[in-house]
């Protein structure tokens, strides 16, 4: 930390740590090494900061016990991400390709709207797709699309918890949609209270 401290007069260092419930329990990082984080980060001679993701609070994984060091949390602050507003969603699907020079107005928009929603994850890949199609004048293919976007989208099924799941397939019945397994099908793990 030496280099941080020195160059601290003239830069200010940001340290992005993703999926940090992850990093938060391995057994390798003990009390000392978050205490020193805290310290750190806490210190205006380093001029550091963090930015974490975790889809646990960083005040929860402390009460838990994964992170003992006391009151690691309180030097953050806490902002909850989700889908973008509706005009922050039409800005990023129509911007870039402005950008590009390409005029937002011939290609389907209500087309990339219905397949990435709301989703700046899924925004930037079909928006890609739809470049690329635009680029090479083939036209936009919606079979090779699904089966780009369709390890995504398993990889965000699984990794949601039970409830998150039946909140999914709950909401997809309530728009009309046929969701693939029904709530009461999902059995993979522990029954939800009642």
């Known amino acids: 930390m030496g280099f941080v401290k020195t160059q601290s007069q003239h ?3 940001v340290v992005f740590i993703d999926e940090f419930d992850e990093f938060a329990g391995n057994t390798e990082f003990n009390d000392g090494f978050f205490s020193g984080l805290r310290a750190l980060g806490n210190g205006a001679a380093y001029n550091l900061a963090y930015v974490t993701s975790s889809r646990t609070a960083l005040e929860e994984l402390c009460h838990r016990k ?3 060091t006391s009151q690691f949390w309180n030097i953050f602050t806490q902002v909850t991400l989700g889908l973008l507003a509706p005009d922050a ?3 990023m699907r129509t911007e870039p390709f402005q950008n590009a020079g390409i ?3 011939t290609l389907p928009m209500d087309v990339i709207q ?3 929603g709301d989703h700046p994850f899924f925004i930037q890949l079909v928006c890609a797709h739809f470049y690329d199609a635009h680029q090479s004048g083939m036209g936009y293919d919606e079979v090779r699309l699904r089966n780009e976007v369709r390890g995504h989208l398993h990889h965000v099924w699984e990794d949601r918890s039970l409830e998150e799941q039946v909140a999914i397939c709950v909401f997809m019945a309530l ?3 046929n969701p693939r397994y029904k709530w009461w099908q999902i059995h993979k ?3 939800l209270p009642k």
């Open 175 to 177: 728009e009309g949609k």
């Open 103 to 105: 005029a937002p107005h």
């Open 89 to 91: 969603a039409k800005a």
């Open 11 to 13: 830069h200010k260092f």
């Open 114 to 116: 219905r397949l990435a």
């Open 66 to 68: 994964q992170i003992e």
């Open 189 to 191: 793990r522990k029954p």
